[in-house]
């Protein structure tokens, strides 16, 4: 079910390699952060924590009326085992498996988060990345029997280091979504990807935002 899976969504970083403040920049209607929310919520996830740091408090003013949680991760500098250790605190005991999702990722849709998750439920497979056209990427579905070895990641090898020492009961699987391996890294990033998934290019320029 639906309601074993939780989701860490993670925004703690300075959005340094962007130069403007990823999570609230426009997409579409909405913001960054809100369409990656709004994605988790259409998979019909409940729980969804959201680590942040940076610029905290913009984001929790933003998200006042959002039905979410809030980890912080007070270095926004750190790497992401950080900010994952600082989220799986919160995750409800109860939940089975995890979703663990960036904010540079906001067009990945309900329907590639719904196949992570029912190749779990069907297989058992404990770790799970997507990959398309044979490039992995985000989100990644982790069991949570690996909950305590979520909280003590190698700095450098983070997540990436979980699937190598599990390589056996870890499964790229192949997705129909581009969006999984599509980095939102630099502002040249953020427009062709708001230009592919809308159709027209933000109405916002480089200089708009701090």
């Given at each position: 079910?639906?309601?074993?899976?939780?989701?860490?969504?993670l925004?703690?970083?300075?959005?340094?390699?962007?130069?403007?403040?990823?999570?609230?920049?426009?997409f579409?209607?909405?913001?960054?952060?809100?369409?990656?929310?709004?994605?988790?919520?259409?998979?019909k996830?409940e729980?969804?924590?959201?680590?942040?740091?940076?610029r905290?408090d913009?984001i929790?003013?933003h998200?006042?009326?959002?039905?979410?949680?809030f980890?912080?991760?007070?270095?926004?500098?750190?790497?992401?085992?950080?900010s994952?250790?600082?989220?799986?605190?919160?995750?409800?005991?109860?939940?089975?498996?995890?979703?663990?999702?960036?904010?540079?990722?906001?067009?990945?849709?309900?329907?590639?988060?719904?196949?992570?998750i029912?190749?779990?439920?069907?297989t058992?497979a404990?770790?799970?990345?997507?990959?398309?056209?044979g490039?992995?990427?985000?989100?990644v579905?982790?069991?949570?029997?690996?909950?305590?070895?979520?909280?003590?990641l190698?700095?450098?090898?983070?997540?990436?280091?979980?699937?190598?020492?599990?390589?056996?009961?870890?499964?790229?699987?192949?997705?129909?979504?581009?969006?999984?391996?599509?980095?939102?890294?630099?502002w040249?990033?953020?427009?062709?990807?708001h230009?592919e998934?809308?159709?027209?290019?933000?109405?916002?320029?480089?200089?708009?935002?701090?």
């Amino acid at each position: 079910m639906k309601s074993d899976v939780a989701a860490l969504l993670l925004a703690a970083g300075r959005s340094s390699r962007m130069g403007k403040f990823k999570p609230l920049l426009p997409f579409g209607d909405q913001t960054v952060v809100e369409s990656c929310l709004a994605n988790l919520r259409a998979a019909k996830i409940e729980e969804i924590i959201l680590v942040i740091g940076y610029r905290a408090d913009e984001i929790r003013d933003h998200l006042a009326n959002a039905e979410v949680q809030f980890a912080i991760n007070p270095d926004p500098d750190s790497e992401m085992s950080a900010s994952i250790a600082r989220g799986i605190e919160q995750v409800n005991p109860h939940a089975e498996a995890l979703l663990i999702a960036l904010v540079d990722h906001p067009a990945v849709p309900a329907e590639t988060l719904c196949t992570l998750i029912d190749e779990w439920t069907r297989t058992g497979a404990r770790l799970i990345q997507p990959e398309y056209h044979g490039k992995g990427g985000h989100p990644v579905l982790v069991d949570l029997s690996f909950r305590d070895e979520l909280k003590h990641l190698d700095s450098t090898e983070g997540l990436r280091g979980l699937f190598r020492r599990h390589r056996n009961e870890a499964r790229l699987l192949t997705v129909s979504s581009p969006y999984v391996a599509r980095d939102m890294d630099t502002w040249e990033d953020y427009v062709a990807l708001h230009e592919e998934v809308f159709g027209y290019p933000p109405a916002v320029d480089s200089g708009d935002f701090s």
